[in-house]
């Protein structure tokens, strides 16, 4: 079996990935690589980064912008048209990223990284 490789842009100060399973820590690995089932609503595209992750700098992390700043995301990806819906459509898609990202269900991410390579 080949192996593919893709490269993806990671902030030097993310979180090395964490193992299948394990808690999220935020190392953004899989939203950068390629986007979750709400991100491909989002980003329009199946793969590459996905539109509604965002780096915080305060924690060191990567975090889903549907969660995290949900209007943000919504003026970035809404037509211009749509745009004045955004603050009523926030909430909602909050919801939907709570369940279309299986949050706090653990990395389910099988990606091997050659930073986190010892």
Do not use: F
């Not at 970035?76 to 299986?102: D, E």
């Amino acid at each position: 079996m080949s192996e593919i490789k893709r490269v993806i842009l990671i902030h030097p100060d993310a979180p090395l990935k964490p193992q299948s399973g394990a808690p999220c820590n935020g190392c953004g690995v899989c939203c950068l690589l390629d986007p979750c089932p709400l991100g491909i609503v989002l980003s329009r595209r199946r793969q590459g980064a996905c539109v509604a992750v965002r780096w915080h700098s305060e924690l060191l992390q990567y975090r889903c912008g549907a969660l995290s700043d949900p209007l943000e995301v919504l003026h970035g990806v809404l037509p211009s048209k749509l745009s004045p819906l955004a603050p009523w459509l926030a909430s909602g898609l909050t919801r939907l990223a709570r369940r279309w990202i299986a949050l706090g269900r653990g990395c389910d991410s099988t990606v091997l990284s050659e930073r986190d390579a010892p």
